[in-house]
């Protein structure tokens, strides 16, 4: 054995001087570091000696020296304020030098492997039980956000409800109430022209509320989810054919041209009432804005998935500002019409939600002094 030492004496050394894992250290009886190699001296805080923890370098130096061996253990190096290694040391006395050999013993490394590996194991349980709960977290925020719009949208419904009542209700019966009040005081004052004017201003006053209680009791309906669409195949023409009839007297006090230009009669799939509700509406609202000698029409476009249904007129347009939220319960837009007709906007509320009842969109296209079209698509019974 002495012979391969020997013979490998100057490789060993060099192994020994430069290993960082097998720590070597040279002391003598005055405390003076003779020798230490590279994994040593990496465990040393300052001073070497006072670098002895536990136990430290006095207590070394006391133990009895009889045999060579003179300490076997656990041996901490470092300071008393940084994080410190402890290693599995043997010390040897011998010719007033201490021999120091050490390192890590194999089964505290593995025990340390298997602590690391459930101490990531752990960690990852808890990175994937965070995500989870920042995903709950988020689907709840999400929620939450949602029942607020919709809290907002039933505030705003509230509001528009309310309005109505207050006012557009309110008003027209008090202009009957006046009316039938001259009537029945004044009655034997007036000629047959002027009976026949103020019966005809109770006919239109009549007519636009009922209307407006006829839109009011739908709309009230869709948001207490009693107005369920009714899809079923529907051609077209009937229900445009339908609504002109409906409207032309109407048009005809204003001596407008009320038309239907329609592309095939290709089925589509519709709720007849909600369809007649949405055309009526729209068609209703053309006429108010629209001056005498007008023109209304009502065209369809074959697409290839859904019917394309268009209401236009040759009235005073809508300013630019209007266009984007004028089928929203906040638009607050209530304009009188070209003979001082009144009106909610909710005619066009009932619309858009109709017709997206009904799978569709609806839109507007005006150039304000120019006219409207008011377009609103609906799918093919039969798509091509």
Same mark, same amino acid.
């Given at each position: 054995?002495?012979?391969?030492?020997?013979?490998?004496?100057?490789?060993?050394?060099?192994?020994?001087?430069?290993?960082?894992?097998?720590?070597?250290?040279?002391?003598?009886?005055?405390?003076?570091?003779?020798?230490?190699?590279?994994?040593?001296?990496?465990?040393?805080?300052?001073?070497?000696?006072?670098?002895?923890?536990?136990?430290?370098?006095?207590?070394?130096?006391?133990?009895?020296?009889?045999?060579?061996?003179?300490?076997?253990?656990?041996?901490?190096?470092?300071?008393?304020?940084?994080?410190?290694?402890?290693?599995?040391?043997?010390?040897?006395?011998?010719?007033?030098?201490?021999?120091?050999?050490?390192?890590?013993?194999?089964?505290?490394?593995?025990?340390?492997?298997?602590?690391?590996?459930?101490?990531?194991?752990?960690?990852?349980?808890?990175?994937?039980?965070?995500?989870?709960?920042?995903?709950?977290?988020?689907?709840?925020?999400?929620?939450?956000?949602?029942?607020?719009?919709?809290?907002?949208?039933?505030?705003?419904?509230?509001?528009?409800?309310?309005?109505?009542?207050?006012?557009?209700?309110?008003?027209?019966?008090?202009?009957?109430?006046?009316?039938?009040?001259?009537?029945?005081?004044?009655?034997?004052?007036?000629?047959?022209?002027?009976?026949?004017?103020?019966?005809? +201003?109770?006919?239109? *006053?009549?007519?636009? =509320?009922?209307? #407006?209680?006829?839109?009011? @009791? &739908?709309?009230?309906?869709?948001? $207490?989810?009693?107005?369920?669409?009714?899809?079923?195949?529907?051609?077209?023409?009937?229900?445009?054919?339908?609504?002109?009839?409906?409207?032309?007297?109407?048009?005809?006090?204003?001596?407008?041209?009320?038309?239907?230009?329609?592309?095939?009669?290709?089925?589509?799939?519709?709720?007849?009432?909600?369809?007649?509700?949405?055309?009526?509406?729209?068609?209703?609202?053309?006429?108010?804005?629209? +001056?005498?000698?007008? *023109?209304?029409?009502? =065209?369809?476009? #074959?697409?290839?998935?859904? @019917? &394309?249904?268009?209401?236009?007129? $040759?009235?005073?347009?809508?300013?630019?500002?209007?266009?984007?939220?004028?089928?929203?319960?906040?638009?607050?837009?209530?304009?009188?019409?070209?003979?001082?007709?009144?009106?909610?906007?909710?005619?066009?509320?009932?619309?858009?939600?109709?017709?997206?009842?009904?799978?569709?969109?609806?839109?507007?296209?005006?150039?304000?002094?120019?006219?409207?079209?008011?377009?609103?698509?609906?799918?093919? +019974?039969?798509?091509?």
């Amino acid at each position: 054995m002495s012979e391969l030492i020997d013979r490998w004496a100057p490789e060993v050394e060099l192994a020994l001087r430069e290993n960082t894992s097998m720590c070597m250290a040279v002391f003598s009886d005055e405390k003076v570091l003779l020798f230490a190699n590279r994994a040593m001296t990496n465990l040393f805080k300052g001073e070497p000696c006072q670098s002895f923890i536990n136990p430290v370098f006095d207590k070394l130096l006391s133990l009895p020296n009889d045999k060579p061996l003179i300490f076997e253990g656990m041996m901490t190096i470092g300071d008393y304020i940084s994080v410190n290694t402890s290693i599995l040391a043997q010390v040897f006395r011998k010719a007033n030098q201490l021999l120091v050999l050490g390192g890590v013993d194999s089964k505290q490394l593995l025990d340390q492997n298997a602590s690391m590996h459930a101490l990531n194991r752990e960690i990852g349980d808890l990175q994937r039980q965070l995500i989870r709960e920042k995903h709950a977290l988020e689907q709840t925020l999400a929620r939450l956000n949602e029942a607020n719009t919709e809290l907002k949208e039933l505030d705003a419904t509230k509001n528009k409800f309310f309005s109505i009542i207050a006012h557009d209700l309110k008003n027209p019966f008090n202009a009957l109430l006046g009316l039938t009040d001259l009537m029945m005081n004044e009655f034997n004052n007036f000629n047959q022209d002027e009976v026949r004017n103020m019966a005809a +201003a109770m006919h239109e *006053t009549s007519l636009q =509320t009922y209307t #407006l209680l006829e839109n009011l @009791l &739908e709309w009230s309906r869709l948001q $207490t989810g009693k107005l369920n669409p009714v899809i079923e195949h529907i051609m077209p023409d009937l229900i445009v054919n339908e609504v002109i009839d409906q409207t032309s007297a109407a048009a005809k006090l204003k001596n407008i041209n009320l038309n239907g230009k329609l592309a095939g009669t290709d089925a589509v799939l519709a709720d007849r009432s909600m369809l007649n509700t949405v055309l009526r509406n729209l068609v209703t609202n053309a006429i108010k804005f629209t +001056a005498n000698n007008g *023109t209304i029409t009502i =065209t369809t476009i #074959l697409k290839p998935a859904f @019917l &394309e249904f268009a209401v236009t007129d $040759t009235g005073i347009g809508i300013e630019p500002e209007h266009l984007s939220n004028l089928f929203g319960l906040d638009c607050g837009l209530s304009k009188r019409g070209t003979a001082n007709e009144k009106g909610t906007g909710l005619g066009l509320i009932l619309c858009r939600e109709f017709v997206e009842l009904q799978h569709g969109n609806i839109w507007v296209e005006s150039e304000l002094g120019k006219g409207s079209s008011f377009i609103f698509t609906l799918p093919l +019974a039969f798509p091509s």
